[in-house]
Each structure stands twice: as C-alpha cells, then as structure tokens.
C-alpha cells in the first residue's frame, strides 16, 4: 500500500497536464484532464480497456499531441516536442527488443543513435544491466532469455538514458501470474532505490493497489479519482470507481434522515452521508466487511438485513457465500479458518457489518 507518503504530497511536480483533450476524428480519447504527479512518485493509470490511460501515457512520452491543454514535465511546457527530446523513456508491454543484436547492443541501442562515446555507453549499460539483477546476460540474444529476463532488458533499455519519468505501458501484461506478481515487488523496489516517478498503465487494479503511491482512475477518457490505494478503496467517489476496484455489494436506498438510509426493502440503516433527504444512493458493502450469523445475532453498533445462502464458492484461505435478500443478492467473503462454522445453502441467516465499515456514493445503478 501505500508507504511512501511524501509522494503525493511532494513539492516538486514531475509531470503537469492542464485541460488536456486527445481527440482522434470523433473519439474524444482524453476529456479535459488535471494531473499532477511528483517528483519520485509511483503513480498509476487504472482503468478499463479504451478509457484513455495509454493515450494519456503517449502523450507525456511524446508520441502523440494534445488536441488541446497544457502539458509541462519539470515545469518545461513540452506541447510538441518529439520524445528523444523528453527526459522520460517508455517501457512497452511487448518490450520491442531487436532480435539480431546481444542484450549489450539492445541497451547500448539508443546511446550508439545519440552518438555517445564507446567507453561510456560500456559503463552505462553495464550500470543498467545491474540494476535489473542482468549483468551477468550482456553477450545473449532476446530469444534466449525467458519473458521476465527480456521485460527486465526493455526495463534497462529504458533506464540506460537516465530519465526523470519512467513511463510503463502495462509492462507485466505478458507475463505470468506468479513472475508477474515478483516483477511487481522488484519493480517497487527499482522505482524506491532510483527516486525517479514511474507512471504505469494498467487495467489491473490488484497491480495498481499493491504498487503505487496514487492512481487515477480513468473512464470514457475522464479522471474520476486521482488517491492512495486505501482512499480509493475505503472512499471511493462513485459507483464505477467503487465497482472497478476490489469486490463490491452495492446496496441502493435513500437517504431518509440526516442519519439514516433506507434501502430498498425497507430496512434502516445508520449512516450519515452528508447528503440530501431523499438523494438516492448506494451503500458500498465489500464482502470481507460482512460476517454472517444466524438470525437476529447482532451485536450493538452493528447493521444487519436477512437472507437465504444460495451458493457457496471455495477459494482456499476463504469462503464466498451469496446471500439472497429479498431484493438483490450480495456476497459475503469468510476467511477459511479451521473449525469456523460453515453455512449451507437454502439456510436462513443474517449478514451484518459495523456501522462504519461501509461507504456511500450517491445515485443508483
Ligand atoms: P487499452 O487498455 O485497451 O489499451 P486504453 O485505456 O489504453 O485501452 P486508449 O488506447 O488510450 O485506451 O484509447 C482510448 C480511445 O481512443 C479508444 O476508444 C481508442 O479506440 C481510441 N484511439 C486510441 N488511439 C487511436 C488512434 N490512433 N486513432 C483513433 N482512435 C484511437
């Protein structure tokens, strides 16, 4: 999570947009968007397929213009400057290495274009195979290196012009899950010891909630929420933002009183929303948030409504219950404990919750 916390709030503003809009013919790909991301912050992009992350990501690298905004890196306007001209490098999922030159030649690749002298270009890619934990690999090919060896190389080919801003297009997507999820911790870890701002785009949101120090939530080309992990799972802004991340029950009603939402059935439930009487909203319930108990078992401080168990799904370490309400159905998430008590389908029970484990966001579904 998050445990860098001077990232969001640092002084120093890495990459700026301003009111930036891409639009392709009719396609408004990016709608207007304000962001700011520091200095030495690992911030990431998360959103779903077309909503805008890898065009915005291509517009801080240069590779595409802003129809409309201002875009500054270091407080540098950059409006048209090609990429070489940038102090950022990308990294691209499918790495894009050349097949016929050594892991030397690949890194060396962009220094050789710059026309850096020999001697340095050895010190730099030797410095940048190290960092990725390759040094050793220098004289093979691309195809004799496994899928988490060559993202590593794209990774250094990238880190080998020292840029201010590491740019990730979803760089783990072709791997798999486990060296995927070893990629994650390593990555941190190479951002944290460096100090420079990584900007990833990923559709994955358990990906962006383990890595970053923010992320940004984009859809239809627009910034819904730009927090923390934890803000942006416990405080969600709205329903898609609440959906996209983590498993949600969404539990609709209306606020009745300053204190109190009745939802749908008819149950009240304490909570103060801040909202006008009679706003409609939905109650963001995540299943781990719920327990279930038999029939009218709650303890003070607590809210409840009834139901039936209608599925069971095991997961190892945890157990999913569904529970039919009379007017939705929503799950339950139970940790495998030994000797817990395991309900059955077709049993009567009460799921219940502390009063302020759940959130609220205006509107319905
Ligand atoms: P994905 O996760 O699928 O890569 P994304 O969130 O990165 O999606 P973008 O690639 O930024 O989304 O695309 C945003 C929208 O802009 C989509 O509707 C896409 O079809 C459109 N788009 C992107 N590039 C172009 C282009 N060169 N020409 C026309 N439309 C484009």
């Keep these: 999570m998050n445990d860098n916390p001077a990232a969001s709030d640092t002084t120093v503003t890495a990459v700026g947009l301003r009111g930036i809009t891409k639009r392709f013919g009719d396609v408004v790909a990016v709608d207007n968007i304000d962001l700011d991301i520091g200095d ?58 050349f097949p016929h030159l050594d892991i030397n030649d690949n890194v060396g690749f962009g220094l050789r274009m710059q026309r850096v002298k020999k001697a340095e270009i050895k010190t730099r890619v030797g410095e940048a195979l190290e960092m990725v934990k390759l040094s050793n690999m220098g004289e093979r090919k691309p195809d004799q290196l496994s899928g988490g060896q060559q993202q590593r190389i794209a990774l250094a080919r990238a880190l080998v012009n020292r840029p201010k801003v590491l740019l ?27 100090g420079i701002s990584f900007v990833f785009v990923t559709h994955d949101q358990e ?54 939402v009745c939802l749908l059935n008819g149950a009240r439930i304490p909570l103060d929303t801040g909202l006008a009487v009679g706003s409609s909203v939905s109650v963001i319930l995540r299943p781990e948030r719920a327990t279930i108990g ?49 309900h059955e389908p077709g049993e009567e029970v009460t799921v219940s919750w502390d009063h302020g484990a759940v959130a609220v966001v205006e509107g319905q579904g």
């Design 40 to 97: 030495g912050e690992f911030f990431a992009l998360l959103g779903p397929s077309g909503c805008g992350k890898t065009t915005t990501l291509r517009m801080i690298a240069g590779l595409e213009f802003p129809t409309q905004g201002s875009l500054k890196i270091f407080d540098h306007e950059v409006g048209t400057l090609p990429p070489n001209k940038r102090p950022v490098n990308t990294v691209f999922q499918n790495y894009a290495l």
């Design 168 to 194: 990730l297009d979803e760089p783990l997507g072709a791997l798999d899950l486990k060296l995927r999820v070893e990629m994650q911790s390593e990555l941190k870890t190479l951002q944290r010891e460096l």
């Design 207 to 260: 990906e962006a909630l383990t890595m970053s120090d923010r992320i940004g939530i984009m859809d239809q080309g627009q910034l819904l929420q730009v927090d923390p992990p934890e803000a942006i799972y416990e405080r969600p802004v709205n329903r898609f933002v609440a959906d996209f991340i983590g498993q949600t029950n969404l539990l609709e009603g209306n606020v009745e009183s300053s204190d109190v």
């Design 294 to 342: 038999s029939r009218r078992e709650i303890e003070p401080g607590q809210s409840a409504v009834d139901g039936v168990i209608r599925s069971i799904t095991y997961l190892g370490n945890a157990i999913v219950y569904r529970v039919g309400l009379d007017w939705m159905e929503i799950d339950v998430r139970e940790e495998n404990l030994p000797h817990e008590t395991r």
